[in-house]
């Protein structure tokens, strides 16, 4: 079974940075595909990025070029680091993992039913 726990999440104004943390167990990091999501108040839970275990990465349009997915294999950790945020990515962030074909590190954009491993979120409040 799989274990992951997000932390990292905050408060912030608009334009500034964060960065969450997934700590997971075993060594998922090095062998499962991995993403974190999002969802705020009355939406839809959306894919923000993706890893596969080999290090192809995958962003959604509205994150690329801001926020920046990586993994240290040896800490076993996923990370998202936010910069330039916005009050829009204000959302509840959640890690996700699972075995198999990763898309090149954007299996996320298929939705989130295609993860069956979950952490139980970090809050991201970003004020103007």
């Known amino acids: 079974q799989v274990q992951l726990v997000e932390s990292g999440g905050g408060s912030v104004q608009a334009g500034g940075s964060l960065r969450l943390s997934c700590a997971a167990s075993g060594d998922t990091t090095s062998r499962a595909c991995m993403a974190w999501f999002r969802q705020a108040p009355g939406k839809e839970r959306e894919g923000v990025a993706g890893?596969?275990?080999?290090?192809?990465?995958g962003y959604a349009d509205s994150v690329k070029d801001r926020f920046t997915i990586s993994k240290d294999t040896a800490k076993n950790t996923l990370y998202l680091q936010m910069n330039s945020l916005k009050p829009e990515d204000t959302a509840m962030y959640y890690c996700a993992a699972d075995t198999g074909w990763c898309r090149n590190g954007a299996r996320w954009a298929l939705g989130s039913g295609t993860f069956r491993y979950w952490g139980q979120g970090t809050q991201v409040t970003v004020s103007s």
């Open positions: 890893i596969s275990s080999d290090g192809y990465t």
